[in-house]
Nanobody, 114 residues
Framework: QVQVVESGGGLVQAGGSLRLTCTGS????????VTWHRRAPGKEREFVAA????????TYAYPVRGRFIVSRDRASNTVFLEMNNLKSEDSGIYYC???????WGPGTQVTISS
């Protein structure tokens, strides 16, 4: 079983940047597909980005394309979500998910002030 935990959330002004980190336990995490999701207040959880086990393939939801970058460091069992040019609509709780084990982290709060 793989467990994941997110970190790096916080409060930032619109136009600013944040980098979220997803840390996974166990060797399997290093080769598993990992996805990022978010839930805005009063809305359903939505897909944000994904990265393949090799790190060569990435996918982004349309609202974040060109602003967010997902990457991974397999040696340290971490996946990053670099968020740039943040907008108020990016506010929410961000979740990391190990897609192969269907393991979700508890989430990290991101708040963008206008």
């Amino acid at each position: 079983q793989v467990q994941v935990v997110e970190s790096g959330g916080g409060l930032v002004q619109a136009g600013g940047s944040l980098r979220l980190t997803c840390t996974g336990s166990g060797d399997a995490f290093g080769t598993d597909r990992v996805t990022w999701h978010r839930r805005a207040p009063g809305k359903e959880r939505e897909f944000v980005a994904a990265i393949s086990g090799s790190g060569r393939d990435t996918t982004y939801a349309y609202p974040v394309r060109g602003r967010f970058i997902v990457s991974r460091d397999r040696a340290s069992n971490t996946v990053f979500l670099e968020m740039n040019n943040l907008k108020s609509e990016d506010s929410g709780i961000y979740y990391c998910r190990d897609a192969d084990f269907e393991s979700w982290g508890p989430g990290t709060q991101v708040t963008i002030s206008s």
